[in-house]
């Protein structure tokens, strides 16, 4: 897909590769966040490391990062250097350096990383266990495991199994491609043939399962966290894919419960009641079924129980009651700014290119998104409510 932008003289090439860690199998876990850090490791005319030099020596930046659904690269670099960054992608697409070593020195990378920002951030296990324990593992692994895998499954993975992951997943046919930006349509088409039209497709890859049914989470789990030296209680709903007609109506309705200071939660929990220090919450959509979160952190000599008591009062008065349409309004208002925030940059507007094709599997949705959002009413709103917000839907 190509994007001009001639506001400003930059590029992003922007790749999806359609692997996330909802392609991984039982026992093979982490592999797509393991590929996320491999890819800077070399290839056949890249020295490792070197993709990193390369791009921020010619004034550009980079990154990827992993996902339930796919993982993304993307480096934003002058126009004049549109030729370096296709040719990086292509170049580590048709020849990463898979071996022994980049395997054992990324593995240990993975597992710090794993060590710092899970098992040594105060709630961080707890949260994250929360977004995989609404599916179960037998039914639908893709999402009831670790978005970052095990440590088990890292340590005894074998170059040969992470091999035969690269050349299943990391092929042409299990991509799509952004150039967003300053840069000619007409070269843009001639450099990506050039540089990526030898490399070979792979077999298709198999096709994500999950067997998942709203209404059977219900329960409730407590934990033991080292590093929180004050109590916390939060709340997990499953929440329907982003393709799905009732996912901006749940979008605002959550939005209006935890997003921002004047969100429900914060109003009751923080300002009224002073039960809490702090509330927050935050959403994944995915192309199968996501996961909302709340948390809220108890004040000094506020029981636990009474924070999860407040909690459920909130979550269901959006189910009981009618929503005043100014809390509509503003949650819209929200979206909408968010969207636009979002695609001010070339990176931005990549990135929702790729979503509406990939997630939403309609490339118009980039258009129309917004329009999904402002037609919500607040019936809407009490209908999804009751349906995705009700207690037998709680973690």
Request: hydrophobic share 40%.
């Amino acid at each position: 897909m190509l994007s001009e932008d001639h506001s400003t003289p930059i590029v992003t090439v922007n790749l999806w590769y359609h692997v996330g860690s909802a392609n991984e199998v039982p026992g093979r876990s982490g592999f797509a966040h393991l590929f996320e850090h491999m890819m800077f490791q070399g290839s056949a005319n890249v020295r490792k490391a070197e993709h990193f030099q390369l791009v921020e020596r010619s004034g550009g930046g980079l990154n990827a990062s992993t996902n339930w659904d796919f993982t993304n690269y993307y480096q934003t670099v002058p126009s004049n250097r549109l030729n370096l960054a296709l040719w990086l992608e292509a170049d580590r697409m048709r020849s990463l350096a898979v071996n022994q070593e980049n395997l054992d020195n990324q593995r240990q990378a993975v597992q710090e990383e794993l060590r710092l920002r899970i098992d040594n951030q105060p709630y961080a296990r707890a949260i994250w266990e929360g977004f995989s324990q609404p599916f179960d593992s037998t039914g639908c692994f893709a999402y009831g495991h670790l978005l970052a895998g095990s440590m088990q499954d890292l340590d005894s993975a074998r170059v040969e199994d992470v091999h035969a992951f690269f050349r299943q997943y990391y092929a042409p046919n299990n991509a799509t491609l952004v150039v967003a930006g300053d840069f000619d349509p007409g070269e843009a088409r001639r450099l990506i043939e050039q540089f990526f039209g030898g490399v070979p497709r792979q077999s298709d890859a198999p096709p994500t399962r999950c067997e998942f049914r709203f209404g059977s989470v219900g329960r409730r789990v407590e934990r033991t966290d080292r590093n929180a030296n004050i109590p916390a209680v939060s709340f997990f709903f499953p929440s329907p894919p982003r393709s799905d007609p009732d996912a901006p109506a749940f979008d605002l309705v959550t939005s209006i419960l935890y997003d921002g200071e004047s969100s429900r939660l914060n109003r009751r929990l923080v300002r009224a009641e002073r039960a809490a220090l702090a509330v927050q919450g935050f959403g994944f959509q995915r192309r199968g079924p996501g996961v909302v979160f709340s948390l809220a952190v108890a004040n000094a000599g506020v029981p636990t129980a009474r924070i999860e008591e407040l909690m459920a009062e909130e979550v269901a008065k959006l189910w009981a009651d009618s929503i005043p349409h100014a809390e509509l309004v503003k949650a819209q208002n929200q979206a909408r700014a968010a969207a636009i925030r979002d695609r001010q940059t070339t990176f931005g507007k990549a990135e929702a290119l790729q979503a509406a094709l990939f997630i939403d599997g309609d490339l118009e949705s980039v258009n129309t998104e917004m329009e999904r959002y402002l037609r919500v009413s607040t019936a809407d709103l009490r209908r999804v409510a009751q349906r995705y917000l009700a207690p037998e839907n709680r973690l």
